[in-house]
């Protein structure tokens, strides 16, 4: 899938589109896409001037987008059908190395669960095979303009992901 296709699974535009291309996809199971790291970016501005080195929640971010490409394919819908994935949580991050201008960082996500409208992904970002960051991502599948889901995975009746109350 190259950036065109991308395009019309997520609503993210640049500065803030972080998935650059999609190697594999498996419906219903994992994603393999990538991220071309270039000094150019605006973050390295201030991120370290004079030691680059590309954020680690932008990291997270990328992981989510592989992720919410994975769910949009898998349930076959596009923002233009007013469908969002929203980011629900983040859990058991671990940062493993640093990532630098003129890295190809390798998105995964693999589906892990789904109860209603939340999904969960084991993912994995890696540079030259070593691993860059591991997390365990949720994303809640929200129509747009829906009363039924708030950005944080809580339904109409107040629990959240965990079903615990919010």
Known sequence: ?????????????YPFLLVDRVLEIELGKRILAYKNITVNEDVFNGHFPG???????????AMAQAAG????????????????YLFAGVDKVRFKRPVVPGDRLMLEAEIDSTKRNIWRFNCTSSVDDQVTCKAT?????????SQGSDSRGAD???????????
């Open 51 to 61: 030691e680059p080195i590309f954020p680690g929640m932008m990291i997270i971010e």
């Open 137 to 145: 991502i949720l994303c809640a599948l929200q129509g747009m303009g």
């Open 1 to 13: 899938m190259q950036i065109k296709e991308i395009k019309q699974f997520l609503p993210h535009r």
């Open 69 to 84: 490409l994975l769910g949009f394919a898998t349930v076959n819908k596009q923002p233009e059908d007013n469908a969002l």
């Open 156 to 166: 109409s009746q107040g629990t959240d992901s965990q079903g615990t109350d919010s």
